[in-house]
């Protein structure tokens, strides 16, 4: 028994003997038809991942950089609703639970406020995880049951078709990661609605490329319109000052790889970077943040550059000097994604 609480590091402890018994090239290939699958733009009426071997690839090959993408997220959507806890959270399409692990990790580890009647949570979140794929549930129920997470460990693993006709029971939070992708329009907006109408916060994770970006406006809209409010990554609810087509808003989380990450990715790099989109949508009141740094900022000889979403619902550039002091020095401090400016620069 892992007796961590549900972090980066216990996850790729739970996930190393996923390939053990499993023939390197089996493996491979079942990696590098997940990864066309990933990548297309046709949705699909059937699972992904249709046995064990294809969900142990599966795990390897996405579970550390969807965890890290949805805790960000998470992170984000904390922030705008401090002290809030879930106390009952649905994962759609969870598959093998990055996201609830990720869940578990934002509100269980020694940075969130866990449970009234434990440090991890147990006893206040009730946990379902909704996937159409068994061979997924079975082994998402038995990398849980390796966490240090009660939550996790008691989480309810049901089979449920994922799409039109998808009803859900009243909940604190519904998290659905990379999913819409894989479903025709008409099964998007059924899943999100569904969310809307059970939840109280909603966050929708989808890769960080155009078409994702689109899947998430697509999102946004419609959870705005059930009246929910936009948390993060937007520090407002108004429509995207992004004019489609011409460019899209994405974030990047670095993910450490392990050696069994790095085979069966076939890389060689300790890290990789996730690029992902995504919105977090809040049913109250919502502490907005003045501004959002929405590229990478660029960093040269005395100044600071930051590309900006604002409150006002526009894109602004802001550069910052030495002349500037200590906000300067929290310039060079601030990450892709993070609000400004900070707290307490």
């Known amino acids: 028994m892992n ?44 699972p992904l991942l249709r046995d064990r071997s294809d969900v142990a690839a599966y795990a390897a090959y996405r579970m550390p950089a969807t965890f890290e993408a949805v805790r960000a ?32 990790g934002a509100w269980d580890g020694p940075d969130g406020q866990g449970g009234a009647d434990g440090p991890d949570g147990a006893a206040t979140r009730r946990t379902t995880v909704l996937d159409w794929a068994e061979p997924a549930l079975v082994l998402g129920r038995e990398l849980a049951a390796q966490s240090g997470s009660s939550a996790l460990r008691a989480a309810d693993w049901q089979r449920s078709r994922i799409g039109p ?51 998430i406006m697509a999102a946004r809209d419609r959870l705005t319109a059930a009246g929910l409010r936009t948390a993060a990554p937007c520090p ?25 990450h790095r085979q069966v990715k076939g890389g060689s790099l300790a890290y990789e970077d996730e690029k992902f989109s995504y919105v977090a949508a809040f049913r109250g009141e919502v502490a907005t943040v003045p501004a959002r740094v929405v590229r990478k900022p660029q960093i ?21 000097s030495k002349r500037h002091g200590d906000l300067y020095r929290a310039a060079r401090d601030t990450a892709w994604g993070d609000a400004w400016p900070p707290p307490h620069a």
Do not use: M
């Open 236 to 260: 407002h609810s108004d429509a995207c000052p992004i004019e489609r087509g011409t460019d899209w808003c994405h974030f990047s989380a670095r993910v450490s790889r392990s050696s069994l």
């Open 3 to 46: 007796d961590s609480l549900p972090t980066a590091e216990a996850l790729r402890t739970a996930l190393a003997g996923l390939l053990d018994g499993l023939p390197p090239k089996q493996a491979a290939q079942a990696v590098e038809r997940l990864i066309a699958n990933y990548r297309g733009t046709t949705p699909t009426g059937t």
């Open 165 to 215: 006709g998808l009803t859900l029971e009243s909940t604190d939070l519904v998290t659905v990661s990379y999913v819409l992708g894989e479903l025709t329009e008409a099964a998007r907006t059924a899943v999100v609605d569904a969310a809307a109408q059970a939840a109280q916060a909603v966050v929708v994770v989808e890769p960080g490329t155009p078409d994702g970006y689109l899947r």
């Open 300 to 320: 040269r000889k005395g100044l600071v550059q930051l590309e900006l979403c604002t409150a006002a619902g526009e894109l602004t550039r802001e550069t910052v």
């Open 73 to 104: 997220a998470l992170d984000a959507f904390r922030a705008a609703v401090p002290g809030w806890v879930p106390a009952r959270h649905t994962d759609i399409g969870g598959g093998t639970g990055a996201a609830t692990w990720a869940v578990a």
